[in-house]
Nanobody, 128 residues
Framework: QMQLAESGGGLVQAGGSLKLSCVAS?????????MGWFRQAPGKEREFVAA?????????YYAESVKGRFTISRDNAKNTVYLQMNSLKPEDTAVYYC???????????????????WGQGTQVTVSS
């Protein structure tokens, strides 16, 4: 499994921005895996936020609720995946988790159950 460590969470006013980072370690070739961000608000299930594929083009996928506001990216040289969050809303308040696909070179978009490694999460709080 890949070890993942998120950072960058915090308290921000509505309309503000935050950038989350997730550094991977553990010896597995980071570049070969689709990476994703999920979030979990109090009393709710963990939900998909965004993912970026392992392919050269780095295809990206977003939940409808964050399209146009969030941007996922990766730097394979640094074993790091990022989530730039703009125009934040109070409903974006949650613990944000970084995750790695459990299988390298997957050709289809992984579902939540396909992600095999998870970070500990970082809290994002958006005040109104």
């Amino acid at each position: 499994q890949m070890q993942l460590a998120e950072s960058g969470g915090g308290l921000v006013q509505a309309g503000g921005s935050l950038k989350l980072s997730c550094v991977a370690s553990g010896g597995m070739p980071f570049k070969d895996y689709t990476m994703g961000w999920f979030r979990q608000a109090p009393g709710k299930e963990r939900e998909f936020v965004a993912a970026v594929s392992w392919t050269a083009g780095g295809e990206t996928y977003y939940a409808e609720s964050v399209k146009g506001r969030f941007t996922i990216s990766r730097d394979n040289a640094k074993n790091t995946v990022y989530l730039q969050m703009n125009s934040l809303k109070p409903e974006d308040t949650a613990v944000y988790y970084c995750a790695a696909d459990g299988r390298a070179f997957r050709t289809e978009v992984p579902g939540r159950v396909d992600f095999g490694s998870w970070g500990q999460g970082t809290q994002v709080t958006v005040s109104s």
